[in-house]
């Protein structure tokens, strides 16, 4: 009873700090949105003073995260940005990462993953329902767990904690991967669509194979700087105008984005290091194109690259900030974790790059993947001091 009264508790904290689903469901209800941001700023109120106050030792991890909000702060500081927009990005996330942490302390990082990992099969369940009700309820390209180009960042939080809870072989894991898929396909997102199609190939080969956390690795911290960099600035894109245009059916512009960078990298160097701060949203780059080979606009847009969106808002700073725990992230797991859950959670992280190279979701779901391999790394490591246990007695 015990065990079943924290995980509604786990649940509860996870569907109210990380917004896992559209929160604009409750736009045409008031009380209802009053009441969720009410109850949101609540718990994470809690979960901070339960942190500070009951542990006091603040970990590495969470040190870090922050020096990234301070700078994120000062950002907008400078440039004259929003801080309630920044108030309201940052608490749910930074809350819910010590929540994460309390839980590894508390000796409860099982239940939590399995919380996880309930409800997001029963979230994904619920959007693989309503699809053909979506555009009716929400509008063109807005479905129940987010915006069609953000999709792939829910469903990899949940193949993550059901994989490692579950396991591979069972029958949820095999379920919420074909709705995902199927979601996706309905979305019709390119950058969705390459993300799960790599992880499908991935868990086709093997995620056993030992030399695969090692390539992640080098993929993850190597190569995809390398080529966020070559499609954004160099346009390496364009020499597979084939593949852009007759599979995945978007101009070499890919849908104006190119438009969108070039303007972007305009007003970024004139504010390299600190950038402009968080804006009340984050449609900041106003593009103007009238091009035989793209279709009119003249409308605001955000940064469609994640590097991009942040190099504006907050500079060079936080940027390198992110880097940096990006970085510890993946050394830690190749250094604690068992090939097959490394190898997971490794593939989960580049997946979630690849969206971000097209989209800017915000990148609270790579700390959340994080955070979450910390879950798997102290259930590994409790796993294994129970058989050392077991075998001296």
């Known amino acids: 009873m015990k065990i079943h009264k924290k995980l509604i508790i786990c649940s509860f904290v996870f569907l109210l700090l990380t917004r896992i689903f559209n929160y604009a469901i409750f736009d045409q209800f008031a009380l209802l949105k009053l009441v969720y941001a009410r109850s949101s700023q609540f718990v994470a109120l809690t979960v901070c003073f339960l942190y500070v106050f009951h542990y006091k030792k603040i970990s590495l991890s969470i040190i870090w995260v922050f020096i990234y909000t301070v700078v994120l702060f000062i950002a907008t500081i400078l440039g004259s940005g929003n801080y309630y927009s920044i108030i309201q990005r940052i608490y749910p996330l930074v809350s819910f990462l010590m929540f994460i942490e309390i839980q590894i302390k508390c000796g409860c990082a099982r239940i939590l993953m399995k919380a996880i990992a309930n409800v997001c099969f029963v979230l994904t369940l619920v959007e693989f329902m309503l699809l053909p009700l979506s555009e009716l309820y929400w509008g063109e390209y807005i479905y129940f767990l987010s915006g069609r180009n953000q999709m792939y960042i829910v469903f990899a939080i949940g193949l993550l904690s059901i994989c490692f809870y579950y396991g591979v072989h069972d029958i949820r894991y095999k379920l919420y991967l074909g709705m995902s898929i199927i979601c996706i396909l309905y979305g019709e997102s390119s950058s969705n669509l390459l993300a799960i199609t790599f992880f499908v190939l991935l868990a086709i080969v093997g995620f056993e194979r030992k030399c695969l956390r090692k390539i992640l690795s080098v993929a993850v911290l190597v190569l995809y700087p390398l080529l966020n960099m070559g499609i954004v600035i160099f346009r390496i894109h364009e020499h597979f105008a084939f593949f852009i245009e007759t599979i995945l059916h978007k101009n070499i512009t890919l849908t104006s984005r190119t438009y969108i960078w070039d303007t972007a990298l305009e007003l970024i160097k004139q504010s390299p290091f600190w950038g402009y701060g968080i804006a009340v949203t984050s449609n900041v780059f ?108």
Not at 313 to 323: D, P, Q, T, W, Y
Request: hydrophobic share 50%; proline share 2%.
């Open 286 to 393: 106003h593009v103007i194109a009238d091009r035989i080979d793209a279709p009119d606009i003249d409308a605001w847009y955000s940064g469609h690259n994640q590097y991009i969106q942040m190099l504006y808002e907050s500079g060079l700073v936080s940027l390198l900030l992110l880097i940096f725990l990006i970085t510890y992230g993946v050394k830690k797991l190749n250094r604690f974790m068992s090939n097959v859950d490394a190898s997971l959670t490794l593939t989960i992280i580049f997946s979630l790059l690849i969206v971000m190279v097209a989209e800017a979701p915000g990148w609270d779901s790579i700390f959340i993947v994080l955070f979450l391999s910390h879950l798997q790394i102290s259930c590994y490591e409790e796993r294994r001091l129970n058989c050392k246990y077991a075998d001296t007695t």
